[in-house]
């Protein structure tokens, strides 16, 4: 099952992560139906012979099975969207294998001890332990895909609502075809909406805020005399910001495990929280303004 899905799974995302790039590749819906899968051929193949109270077990080997395809699909991702980047800049192909099969060995030993960290210092929404934390990190792709698998093992899924998701789905489908053919812009990209349905507001907000930020910035930069040069600054912008926030975000986790402490840079006690976030709020705004003003004058002066 995990060869076969494996080729399916990462000919699907290889195929759009090379076409559109790996941020719109499908490998959290594939994902829903490998675990799905692996679940059904465990009740149907395993759970008739073992005893009845091996489904803990059968969740782990169904949840493990669907990592293992989750793996293979993100290195697709990464091998065909690197390749094709590399095609549009003359690299050479096995050059870039070579540093793409490090990228993965490095990861391997990487990865795991910074989510260690952070289950420590935070740990996730559903996780043994979370509960006794006091802001454990949502989770909620893993959570979808675990409570999938102990559903299927447990014979308590409500397949009426995946039937209803099935139809819903094919329904955007439709939608976005007939906008696509009928209109110049309009359309509905199906993975954008089923990511919308459940994923929640916290986690998809600022992906609409900095859509519209995104907007607005194009606008202004067409009116510059290099318009394509300048969005690419801004993209290369924003991506910094995601990656400092990522990085910032490993070195709080690290902070907080090794002082002991939930906040170990507050300042003041959690009843100024609600007005943290508020300054915090505007500050980001402001210097975020500030940066992409700072852009669009380096590449009008670049330009001149």
Known sequence: YIVLMSFFVSAVCGYMAGLIGSSNSPLSGIGILVVIGAALLLVIGVKPYVSADTGKALIAFA?????????VAAIANNNLQDLKTGQ????????????????????AFVIPPVLDLVNHAYGFVGAPGAEARPNPLPAPQAGLISSLAKGVIAADIDWSLIR?????????????????RNTKHMHVPPLAVGLGIYLPTQSTLMIVVGAIVGWFFDQRANRTPKPEATKQLGVLLASGLIVGEGIIGVVISAMVVFSGKDFPLSLVGPAYQTAGIIIGGIAFAVIAFLLYRWVLRM??????
């Open 299 to 304: 590449a009008t002066a670049r330009s001149a």
């Open 164 to 180: 209803i998701g099935a139809v819903i789905g094919v329904g955007i489908i439709l939608l976005d075809e007939i906008l696509r």
């Open 63 to 71: 949840l493990f099975t669907t990592a293992v395809i989750f793996n």
């Open 88 to 107: 549009l800049v003359d690299a050479t192909p096995w050059k870039q294998q070579v540093a793409l099969v490090i990228g993965v060995i490095a990861g």
